[in-house]
Structure formats: C-alpha cells, structure tokens
C-alpha cells in the first residue's frame, strides 16, 4: 500500500492546517488508519488514529485541537489541525495499524510525510 500525504506548510502559532493522506488500498480494510508525527530528533508518535468502526482516538497533546476524519470512498484519512502550537512542528505520517498484545502496529511502509512547521 502506498501512502501519500499532503496539506503541510508553515504557520504561525494559533493558525491551521488540513492533511491528507490518501492510500493505493482501501483504508477500511486495516484495524485502524493513524496519524503520527516525528519532530527532529525524536521517535514517531501516534497522536491520532480512526478505527474501522469509526472511533477516533487523540494523544493527549492534540485532544481538543485535532480532529481525525476519513473518507472510505476515497481512500482518504484527513487531520484538521486547529490552534497549531510551535511544539507541533513535525513531520507528519499516516499509516495503517493492526492490534498486536494490545497495541497499535504501523504497517512497515511509510509515505514520505509532510512538514508542517509552526512559528511562534
């Protein structure tokens, strides 16, 4: 499956952004489509993921802020991101996940992210 995601940029602190991420195969077919961030030198994060049964689940850094939707018809998972904060700058990631032991597993393939950068 291949993933590719888009919407990122620069802005200010307080502003927003749109991503998408839109995969060769059908996004309703995995256990969940997830959202994950990595800023420069740190490990990637899941800060926000929808399940197959449409419940969506935030880190609690983005509660309140963003918002996961999706759309099946187009393979499409979206992250709306309001009053964007410096300390979300990052790259980010979507992919699909499987539960192992109780916790999410991103598939091996990645997309190539999108920056989104905000200034304060």
């Known amino acids: 499956v291949q993933l590719v995601e888009s919407g990122g940029g620069l802005v200010q602190s307080g502003g927003s952004l749109r991503l998408s991420c839109v995969a060769s195969?059908?996004?309703?077919?995995?256990?969940?489509m997830g959202w994950y961030r990595q800023a420069r030198g740190q490990q990637r994060e899941l800060v926000a993921h929808i399940t197959r049964d449409g419940t969506t689940t935030y880190s609690d850094s983005v509660k309140g802020r963003f918002v996961m939707t999706r759309d099946g018809a187009k393979n499409t998972v979206y992250l709306q991101m309001n009053n964007l904060k410096p300390e979300d700058t990052a790259t980010y990631y979507c992919n699909g996940l499987d539960l192992h032991d109780g916790k999410y597993v991103p598939y091996p393939s990645w997309g190539q992210g999108t920056q989104v950068t905000v200034s304060s």
């Open positions: 195969g059908s996004i309703l077919s995995v256990y969940a």
